[in-house]
């Protein structure tokens, strides 16, 4: 069992290994290593992707920002790197590109299923009840547990009534 042990690290991407270790005693020599990956001649997309999000973490959101742009001129479908940059947009309130983001993403990748949920709050905060409230409904059997559900059917329920985030001049 030992030549196993042994064996494991090297089988690792070293992407992953630059991430496992940010979370370690040492986090700067991660953030180190996937800078390296991520400068090289031919970049590692992962890499860089992975600066992103840590630069999101670190509430470094313009660098974030770029790096995930970065990510994408290199890899144009790279679901992750857009999908950061939708959960971005989504933060910062714009909404109409942030649904193209998480619509882009989805239609890539069905198991980004959360993108549903997102969706719909970005269309609830445009005010777009309609398209919301599809969302939400596409969403609930992906909802990972009953506590996630019933808020989704609360959202249903309060948009049904009129009372919606988007419109509460």
């Keep these: 069992s030992t030549s196993v042990e042994t064996e494991l690290p090297s089988s690792l991407?070293?992407?992953?290994?630059?991430v496992e270790k940010v979370s370690g005693p040492n986090p700067m020599e991660g953030i180190l290593a996937l800078r390296e990956l991520a400068e090289q001649d031919e970049?590692?997309?992962?890499?860089?992707?992975?600066?992103?999000?840590?630069?999101?973490?670190?509430?470094?959101?313009?660098k974030a920002r770029e790096?995930?742009?970065?990510a994408l001129t290199l890899e144009p479908s790279h679901?992750?790197?857009?999908?950061?940059?939708?959960?971005?947009?989504m933060e910062e309130?714009?909404?109409?590109?942030?649904?193209?983001?998480?619509?882009?993403?989805?239609?890539?990748?069905?198991?980004y299923a959360n993108g549903l949920f997102f969706t719909a709050r970005c269309y609830e905060a445009m005010g777009n009840v309609d398209a919301a409230r599809i969302r939400y409904e596409e969403y609930l059997p992906f909802a990972p547990d009953t506590v996630i559900e019933q808020r989704v059917?609360?959202?249903i329920n309060r948009l049904d009534s009129g009372d919606s985030a988007g419109t509460n001049e």
């Design 13 to 18: 991407d070293p992407v992953d290994l630059a």
């Design 43 to 62: 970049p590692n997309v992962d890499a860089v992707v992975w600066l992103g999000i840590f630069g999101v973490q670190s509430g470094q959101l313009d």
């Design 67 to 70: 790096r995930f742009s970065d």
């Design 79 to 89: 679901s992750e790197a857009t999908w950061q940059l939708a959960l971005l947009d």
């Design 93 to 111: 309130g714009a909404y109409d590109r942030a649904v193209v983001g998480f619509e882009t993403v989805m239609d890539q990748d069905s198991s």
């Design 153 to 155: 059917l609360d959202f």
